[in-house]
């Protein structure tokens, strides 16, 4: 297949668009490189062996995004491309809903317009909300977020569900991402955002470093075994993965499917920690801090739908996920903030 895929240079979708490749799909990536950085593309051929054609602009640019699929016969798309800080979507909402809804329906628009119905959503676990139990299942309700950037997952899912009734004949598979961490094992992949991270892993690998002081666990006093919050961490190869078996299944099926990426088991922010010291033999400095606005105590996925209709699991240990993102971080990349 020729694939597009937009916001193809950053952490999900270039680890993504490397199993593309090798697993022998043109791959056409459109970033503006907002936050990612053009060297992602010399490493992607680096690994692959296959350069992707990319084109930097933002993805609501319609007239260029019109103009890749004139010049390419795309057959399916995964649109990853969009803004994704949450503490920084509730100061700046209106640039989080006008950026990541006007991509999605430019989109959505250029491809009727070509005749193109296949696509990959990158959705998120916020859109299951704060009132449902864990694990969860796509058929709870989700419906609810808690913050804009969230609300905009939950309305993408909103609008694709809506097109997909008006088109019975397009596919629109909603996958949604637990807490992706980890790197690709060449150490030239990886999650790299700027600034100061908001993130855990990242903030992990920093203070690892030395570029951080310690670690500020947020929260020791949940109602969970040791007092601090449970996610379900997957690695970034493994949600990678599941991006081409969500494709492969939508060549041959219609409708809408949400479906979770996670591995089904919740692990807290302390063992995190205590893996990234044992895994990479090295002493993290942390202390216990106030709980974070917003962060739920503890949620993991049911992994069994994207096992039933993907055929998908996720099969790299916590420990390939703390070794793997420090492996990258040592590295990191000439122009990165590590600086
Ligand atoms: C958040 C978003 C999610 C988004 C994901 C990736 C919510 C509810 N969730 O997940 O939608 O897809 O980011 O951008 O908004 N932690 C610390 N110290 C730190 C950083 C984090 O203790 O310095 C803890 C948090 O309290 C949390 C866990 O680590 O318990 C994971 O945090 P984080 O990596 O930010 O992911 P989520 O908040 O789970």
Redesign the pocket.
Known sequence: MTVLVTGGAGYIGSHTVVELLNAGHETIIVDDLSNAKLDVIDRIETITGKRPAFYQFDAADKERLRDVFANHKIDAAIHFAAF?A?GESVRKPLQYYRNNIDSALTLLEVMEEFGCKKLVFSS???VYGPNNPHPYKEEMPAIQS??P??WTKVMIERILTDYVTAHPDFCAILLR?F?PIGAHESGLLGDDPNGIP????P?ICRVAAGQLEK?????GDYPTPDG??Q?DYLHVVDLAVGHLKALEYAENHNGVEAINLGTGNGIS?LELVTAFEKANNIKLPYVIGPR?D???PAFWADAEKARNLLGWEASHSVKDMCRSSWLFAKGGTPESSFS
């Open positions: 994704k949450v998120s676990a916020t808690s913050s950037y969230g991402y807490n908001n993130n855990l892993m903030y670690l500020t666990i947020f929260g601090t919050c996610r922010v974070r917003g962060d739920l």
